[in-house]
């Protein structure tokens, strides 16, 4: 062994020497030093903690109350103050949250962005159906998130939350986890009322009140998700909707400054939720109308509780989701047709959509 490598450094001592006579150049050595998996992991990792860094930046706070003394650290701060977290979405002062911490469409919330600059915001768009919603401040020239794919996430795939767990003095906390399951379909109680949130994102990163629409990202910083409940009853449990269902609507409004959000007019539910509300209805594919709003476009258009939507246009209905992105896509008054299963008789209904 201890020949052999004799013998190796004397013919690249010769390959060198030959090299120096005829004048010849190497751009690349004999021998390339590599980085060891070890180094490319540090390196990647110090990326990787570096992007999150720019995320938080883009990370805000949200109350509903503009003044509440000296401090805001409440034991039950997310509830009594309406304290959440927001996302900017582009640099002239969009911001996306949840609707139960903005409120609704034309209320008035308050925002601290990551140098301590506080604006009085406006709530532009609010669905309480899904927990989203999008506020406006005056300013310009603000660092924004960038949006993912949530379409792509995949099982297990490494993700981070970012928000305000329980008051301003913990701002911008960072906790991380894998995704736990896709399409998740939950049941909340309160108010002595139940309600249903379909197709959400499941991860492990801890999610506290005051997290409630701050972002679930990936490792490249991007968008995934806006945080929006934890059950209680359970630890490392927490859901995101998905942020391929806004898209539609985050478009629409920084091209126009203006969404007006088009509606059929039904309560609805994919096969995930109907177990909720009756064990013997079992639903392969498509949508299940729960309730048919009177007046509404779907009304008018002669849609009945419980006919299942199987497709609208060319679209075939797998998940609420796929119901809400393509309707959230387009405008009141616009036309599309509705492939409805009613018993065993199938047929097609046009439909000119309404205005929520």
């Not at 927490?238 to 629409?252: C, L, S, T, Y």
């Not at 509606?263 to 009756?278: H, Q, R, W």
């Not at 199987?310 to 609420?320: G, P, V």
Request: with cysteine; glycine share 8%; proline share 2%.
């Amino acid at each position: 062994m201890f020949m052999v490598s004799i013998f190796t450094i004397l013919l690249y001592r010769i390959y060198e020497s030959w090299n120096k006579e005829n004048n010849v150049v190497e751009s690349t050595p004999l021998y390339e030093t590599s980085k060891t998996s070890y180094e490319v992991e540090e390196l990647n990792e110090e990326n990787e903690l570096n992007i999150i860094e720019e995320v938080t930046n883009t990370v805000v706070g949200i109350s509903k109350i503009k003044d509440v003394g000296d401090t805001i650290f409440l034991s039950d701060g997310a509830t009594s103050i309406g304290l959440g977290t927001g996302i900017i979405i582009s640099e002239n002062g969009y911001i996306l949250t949840n609707a139960h911490v903005s409120g609704e469409k034309g209320e008035t919330c308050y925002v601290t962005l990551e140098d301590g600059r506080n604006f009085n915001s406006n709530v532009v768009w609010s669905d309480t159906d899904i927990d989203l919603a999008i506020v406006k401040i005056s300013a310009t020239s603000l660092k924004y998130a960038e949006l993912g794919d949530s379409d792509s996430i995949k099982l297990g795939e490494r993700v981070y939350a970012i928000g305000n767990p329980i008051g301003f003095e913990f701002q911008r906390t960072v906790t991380a986890g894998v995704i736990s399951a896709i399409d998740r379909s939950i049941k909340i109680d309160e108010d002595n009322k139940s309600s249903y949130m379909e197709d959400l994102i499941q991860t492990d990163a801890t999610i506290n009140p005051g997290s409630s629409g701050g972002p679930l990202i990936n490792v490249d910083g991007q968008v995934l998700g806006i945080n929006t409940v934890k059950i209680t009853s359970a630890e490392s449990i927490g859901f995101a909707v998905p942020i391929n269902i806004i898209k539609p609507i985050i478009n629409k409004i920084l091209e126009n400054e203006n969404f007006e959000t088009a509606s059929l007019g039904i309560f609805a539910y994919d096969k995930n939720v109907l177990p909720y509300l009756d064990k013997d209805l079992k639903l392969q594919n498509g949508i299940y109308v729960a309730d048919v709003r009177y007046g509404s476009a779907a009304s008018n258009a002669g849609l009945q509780k419980k006919d299942i939507i199987l497709k609208i246009d060319n679209l075939e209905l797998e998940k609420m989701s796929d119901l809400r992105e393509y309707i959230y896509s387009k405008n009141p008054g616009d036309n599309v047709t509705l492939s409805v299963k009613r018993g065993s008789v199938q047929m097609d209904l046009n439909i000119a959509l309404g205005k929520k």
